[in-house]
């Protein structure tokens, strides 16, 4: 089930090859809600672009690291849709998670924003302790 997820994941959300003709018109970098033969940039919760793929992400357990990782310059791409003025946002916390996925100095720098994210930032399944862990085995 497991690798059944993270191929989803980049296949569909993540990672998806935009430049397949089936996606034509597709603006967006990250698909959040991808029925039988429509894309939708959204959630059912919120219209975000940080929920859009922060939905996607969490809950980034450890072994997220192996399917969510993957093309720096896609990752960078996605959070800067995501949370283009920063990471006071919803899922704020899991944006940094994967923006360090991006490389050391990503996960450098992701540190200390997250170090100075609100504490109302931190998702209620997640924590700080774990958010700073999890930059810090990056690199952060």
Do not use: C
Request: proline fraction near 6%; hydrophobic fraction near 40%.
């Amino acid at each position: 089930m497991l690798s059944a997820e993270a191929a989803s994941a980049k296949a569909y959300w993540t990672n998806v090859n935009l430049e397949d003709p089936i996606y034509k018109g597709f603006k967006r970098h990250v698909i959040s809600l991808n029925w039988g033969g429509k894309r939708d940039w959204s959630t059912w919760f919120s219209n975000e672009p940080s929920a859009i793929l922060g939905i996607q992400i969490l809950p980034m357990p450890p072994v997220g690291k192996q399917y969510l990782a993957g093309d720096p310059e896609r990752i960078r791409a996605n959070i800067e849709e995501a949370a283009p003025n920063g990471y006071d946002v919803m899922f704020g916390d899991y944006l940094l998670m994967y923006k360090g996925l991006a490389g050391e100095k990503d996960a450098a720098q992701a540190y200390k924003d997250a170090s100075a994210l609100p504490d109302e930032r931190i998702d209620d399944g997640n924590s700080r302790s774990y958010l700073m862990a999890w930059l810090s085995a990056l690199g952060g």
